[in-house]
């Protein structure tokens, strides 16, 4: 005798019960936050690394801290905690030290005033294309993620146009805040704030979601192009070790923005 189905039971191969068995029962709001957490745990590593200490590329380690890059020359001068001065080579640090050098703001003041030169040219173009690429794919995967929406037309109206109209208010705060110099970080803070809710309404408008969807976007992207980074950082030290890739990335980078020498 076959046992009956008890009344409200769903067949255990119907195909409603199917999609039931396959639909991730995780929240949304769960996902987010656990994706953060992998996001900022990745990143940490990445960034005690980075601030580890400058290098030779015979491994000796460099006292002190960068004190300021001469162009001409191509030599950066480090000073210690009683204050002496040293001056070292760009050619004689390793390869994380130069990558540490070229973003940091010290190598980008050292272009000559007078005159624009053509290594600030290839220094802007590098400056600009190398975070909008990360932050540009970020956005779409995040969208995907997130939204599951993958338009590329979507990403690409929804991160410029947020990009330009974030760049559009916080010139508009900066300017404001100069010319109150007892409030400047209370500007800059209300209107970092008002950006955020400005573009999360854009944001959403171009995706057809909600202001909290939108804001999570912007939010996780900028980690995300912050992880890809770290992972390409990360693929180049690592294949390095097998490839040598040095020459390479010194005859299209490091020489043409002015780091190195001409050979």
């Not at 805040?177 to 970092?192: E, P, Q, T």
């Amino acid at each position: 005798m076959i046992a009956k189905r008890p009344p409200g039971c769903p067949k255990i191969f119907s195909p409603s019960f199917m999609r039931h068995l396959s639909t991730p029962t995780f929240p949304a709001s769960g996902l987010f936050w656990v994706g953060l957490a992998v996001l900022l745990l990745t990143l940490f590593p990445v960034a005690t690394q980075a601030d580890s200490g400058w290098t030779e590329r015979n491994g000796q380690a460099v006292a002190g801290e960068l004190h300021q890059f001469d162009f001409t020359e191509k030599v950066a001068v480090f000073q210690d905690e009683d204050g002496k001065l040293r001056s070292i080579p760009a050619e004689e640090l390793s390869t994380d030290s130069r990558w540490r050098l070229l973003v940091s703001p010290i190598f980008s003041r050292s272009f000559p005033k007078d005159e624009w030169t053509p290594e600030q040219s290839r220094f802007l173009v590098v400056a600009v294309t190398g975070p909008v690429i990360f932050l540009l794919i970020s956005f779409y995967l995040c969208a995907l993620v997130l939204l599951k929406n993958g338009n590329p037309l979507l990403a690409l109206a929804g991160w410029f146009g947020s990009a330009l109209l974030g760049g559009f208010l916080m010139s508009f705060y900066l300017v404001l805040s100069s010319r109150s110099s007892g409030s400047a970080g209370g500007v800059l803070i209300l209107g970092a704030i008002i950006c955020a809710g400005l573009l999360s309404v854009y944001v959403s408008a171009i995706y057809k979601t909600t202001t909290w969807e939108g804001l999570k976007l912007l939010v996780v992207h900028v980690f995300g192009a912050f992880f890809f980074l770290a992972l390409t950082i990360i693929t180049i030290q690592r294949t390095s070790q097998s490839f040598d890739f040095e020459s390479v990335i010194n005859e299209k980078i490091m020489i043409p923005v002015g780091l190195l020498p001409k050979e």
